[in-house]
């Protein structure tokens, strides 16, 4: 195998990792929805995880902020009711500002939009990179994966982007003959020269994280480890 000197989405999972990305907060892996809201707590009781997923998404795809208030039991009149308790139900989220998630070719950006103190709206499209998705991914919770619908034995989220690139052996990658014949000169097979250009491309990746080379020049040879 080859352990990559920085993560890499894989062009079969980005748009799971963009749906994950949705549902819970980039700053502290909370689900952006709790139990408290009947809509969360009816989709989390749906029995098909895939169909659980989806309905999640929806439901936390239009959050704006990961919520840190305590919420408080009231009745329809807005006042505490004799004997009603005033138990908080608190979500335990860390208040941060969610982004708008977009997916461009094999990247994920993030879309902030915030009011300056002159009210005019400013925004911003920083990156996610690999590895910030690995970060957030990572530390969701096993119960918010359960929520999720996801495996914890065989789908977990991280595993999603790719660390380690597993090496087909020679076996399934065969030299094959120049002229047809099977004799003769003998040449590499394409998957053998592709491994080739991942190894070279991952090795300036760990040669200009090792000489601290400038920010621009590293985000380069990311890119190209990316599109091998």
């Given at each position: 195998h080859i352990e990559l000197a920085k993560p890499v989405y894989h062009?079969?999972?980005?748009?799971k990792v963009k749906k994950v990305l949705e549902i819970v907060c980039h700053n502290c892996s909370k689900v952006l929805a709790d139990r408290s809201d009947p809509e969360f707590l009816q989709a989390v009781n749906t029995r098909d995880p895939k169909v659980r997923f989806n309905r999640i998404w929806n439901i936390c795809k239009k959050k704006t902020r990961c919520e840190n208030e305590t919420k408080e039991v009231k009745n329809d009149d807005g006042e505490y009711s004799l004997g009603m308790k005033q138990a908080p139900v608190n979500h335990g989220g860390c208040g941060n500002i969610q982004p708008r998630v977009r997916h461009k070719a094999l990247q994920l950006v993030a879309k902030y939009e915030s009011s300056g103190e002159d009210g005019v709206k400013k925004k911003e499209e920083p990156q996610i990179t690999p590895e910030m998705a690995h970060n957030i991914l990572r530390r969701i919770s096993d119960e918010d994966l359960r929520d999720m619908g996801l495996n914890l034995e065989y789908a977990r989220p991280e595993w999603m982007i790719v660390t380690v690139l597993p090496v087909p052996p020679p076996p399934v990658r065969p030299s094959i003959s120049m002229d047809g014949t099977g004799q003769g000169l003998?040449?590499?097979?394409?998957?053998t020269y592709k491994l080739g250009d991942i190894i070279r491309a991952n090795s300036n990746v760990k040669q200009?994280?090792?000489?601290?080379s400038p920010a621009h020049i590293a985000q380069d040879f990311e890119?190209?480890?990316?599109?091998?």
């Open positions: 062009p079969g999972f980005i748009k003998r040449n590499e097979d394409d998957l200009a994280i090792r000489e601290g890119q190209l480890l990316q599109y091998h």
